[in-house]
């Protein structure tokens, strides 16, 4: 199995702030990482694929990078919707595994 | 317009085999561009992928739930289902069903549906 480990599991931050979450593989996965947000009641939302690929309709504050092991997504400028638990995934192999979560709060 | 539906019981006792279903709308499941997924979310806990399936029957499994569920198509009924054998309190979740795209390149769930909660309980 490739392990996703995801930091900060979560933070605290305010309106206006830049946030960036880390995923790192446990084994070099080239830039098979998508990233996925989560709201209480409300089906997830794909925001990145391909490490990088920012998903039609999701707001260019949201960015990703890395390649091989390391990840990050970030958010240049929190909004009040954004607020949320982010999840990284990787597709590399046929076993898909998740990040363990990061939970964005006020 | 892409929509994912998830159906099945409201309480599922241990031992048990949890069954759900999984409506598509808005596109074939026989579209060869796209596998399907079930991913499920227990309280309090991440995300867990639980296997694909494509239009053609190919499937593919997370080895941590030991070979206890089964993806199927019925592409008549535009519809894919989960079925999760000795179910015990730990498969308590919210079950997700989700369209895979991306063939070719890097596979990612793009679609989801809006999540179907499964307790198991005697």
């Known amino acids: 199995d490739i392990q996703m480990t995801q930091s900060p599991s979560s933070l605290s931050a305010s309106i206006g702030d830049r946030v960036t979450i880390s995923c790192r593989a446990s084994h070099s996965i080239s830039n098979y990482v998508n990233w996925y947000q989560l709201k209480p009641g409300r089906a997830p939302k794909l925001l990145i694929s391909g490490a990088s690929s920012l998903e039609s309709g999701v707001p260019s504050r949201f960015s990703g990078s890395g390649s091989g092991t390391d990840f990050a997504l970030t958010i240049s400028s929190l909004h009040p919707e954004d607020f949320a638990t982010y999840y990284c995934q990787q597709s590399y192999s046929t076993q898909w595994t998740f990040g363990q979560g990061t939970k964005v709060e006020i | 317009q892409l929509q994912l539906q998830e159906s099945g019981p409201g309480l599922v006792k241990p031992s048990e085999t949890l069954s759900l279903t999984c409506s598509v709308s808005?596109?074939?499941?026989?579209?060869?561009?796209?596998?399907w997924a079930w991913i499920r979310q227990p309280p309090g806990k991440g995300l867990e992928w639980i296997g694909t399936i494509y239009y053609s029957g190919e499937t593919f499994y997370s080895p941590s739930l030991k070979s206890r569920p089964t993806l199927s198509v019925d592409t008549s009924r535009n519809q894919f289902s989960l079925n999760l054998t000795s179910v015990t309190a730990a498969d308590t979740a919210v079950y997700y069903c989700?369209?895979?795209?991306?063939?070719?390149?890097?596979?990612?769930?793009?679609?989801w549906g809006q999540g179907i909660r499964v307790p198991v309980s005697s």
């Open positions: 989700a369209r895979i795209r991306g063939l070719g390149g890097t596979l990612h769930l793009d679609s």
């Open positions: 808005g596109v074939s499941i026989s579209n060869s561009d796209y596998y």
